[in-house]
């Protein structure tokens, strides 16, 4: 069955709009601690991760490949999101055009990363749609993250 994906080396179209994934915000005063300790567990992340696509039917293929390959530039990712959460929470020590800067450089590392994963799975041969559940995936695997160390809103305190 051909691919639907674009030859190599054409621009690809930008990605699909993910669902909302029902977490609740975190306040600004979180984001920060969220964000740091999101980065401690990248690893533990990717593990589950990586474990999750060798399991899944669609990813038969998967098994064979070594773990740098399917892990590849989903922690650059992950861990250049994590930082923006910190960021966001010490804007209000950066002046509006340094924190906008910092945002800014941030969104075209995720873009750069998130295209050139997407051209290393088409070399792969991974369909639209492995990709993506490849990414459903990774949100799944984000979301229980972030639940495990967002604080309860309907806690006082916290």
Known sequence: MESPNPPP???LPPPAT???SGIKPV???GRARIGDRLRHD???LMVRYIDRLRSDPLFSKSQSLP???LEDHASSFLSDLFQSLVVLENAGE???AAESELLSDGIKIQRLVAELHGR???RLGWTEHALEREYQILREEVDSLV???APDPDRAGD
Do not use: F, I, V, W
Request: aromatic share 4%; glycine share 4%; no cysteine.
């Open 120 to 122: 290393q799975r088409y």
């Open 42 to 44: 990248l690893e533990t």
């Open 94 to 96: 950066l002046d509006n």
């Open 27 to 29: 306040k600004s005063q």
């Open 18 to 20: 993910m669902p909302a």
């Open 9 to 11: 080396g054409s621009p």
């Open 147 to 149: 639940r495990r160390h």
């Open 67 to 69: 773990n740098a390959l």
